[in-house]
């Protein structure tokens, strides 16, 4: 969506060769062939785990950090499973992200046109909201340390880190529509 983003205002008259509809494909099975083996293997290393107590998750949803609580044996590789995963699948991406949106803010400022502006802000501002609630929240949840973390707040920031990024997406993607279709009637006059 950064990319997407940073093609559509960065590069406008490019966007529909550098945006096709081989590259959307070619993103989307890198971000799924990169995250299935990772979220097997974390649910391998989970249920590999002794669980000798209530096998109750006092949270909203099944996640790594309450399921781990619930067991007895050592859960340290499986704590810093969780630290590496977060740092390369939340942290990097971020950044990444980051850099995208410098570049998208630093040629939304050099454009003249007031109103070119605000229309390029207002494109970018849901997307960039979806982008803090979710890494945000996400950062918190699996990269804070476990003698800092609140029952409540961590029950607070997953309903958050779910909920909120699903249903800012789906606004964001309506959004989109709109928005696509406006620039192909100006590509085409």
Not at 26 to 35: E, I, M
Not at 48 to 61: A, D, E, K, M, V
Not at 83 to 88: K, L, T
């Amino acid at each position: 969506m950064a990319y997407d983003r940073y093609v559509a205002i960065c590069n406008p008259l490019h966007y529909p060769i550098v945006m096709s509809h081989k590259v959307c494909m070619q993103l989307v099975a890198v971000s799924w062939v990169s995250g299935i083996p990772v979220e097997i293997g974390q649910t391998y290393q989970i249920f590999s785990l002794p669980f000798c107590g209530s096998h109750r998750i006092n949270h909203f949803f099944c996640d790594i950090p309450p399921v781990l609580k619930l067991a007895c044996g050592d859960t340290f590789v499986n704590e810093m499973a969780v630290y590496v995963v977060a740092v390369v699948f939340v942290m990097v991406p971020f950044i990444l992200i980051s850099v995208s949106y410098g570049k998208i803010i630093s040629n939304i400022l050099k454009l003249t046109s007031a109103r070119g502006r605000a229309k390029a802000f207002s494109t970018c501002s849901s997307h960039l909201m979806v982008v803090v609630l979710f890494y945000g929240t996400a950062s918190i949840t699996y990269l804070q340390p476990k003698s800092n973390q609140s029952e409540g707040m961590g029950k607070l920031l997953s309903f958050l880190h779910h909920f909120d990024s699903s249903f800012e997406s789906h606004h964001i993607h309506s959004e989109e529509q709109g928005y696509h279709h406006g620039t192909e009637e100006t590509t085409k006059l």
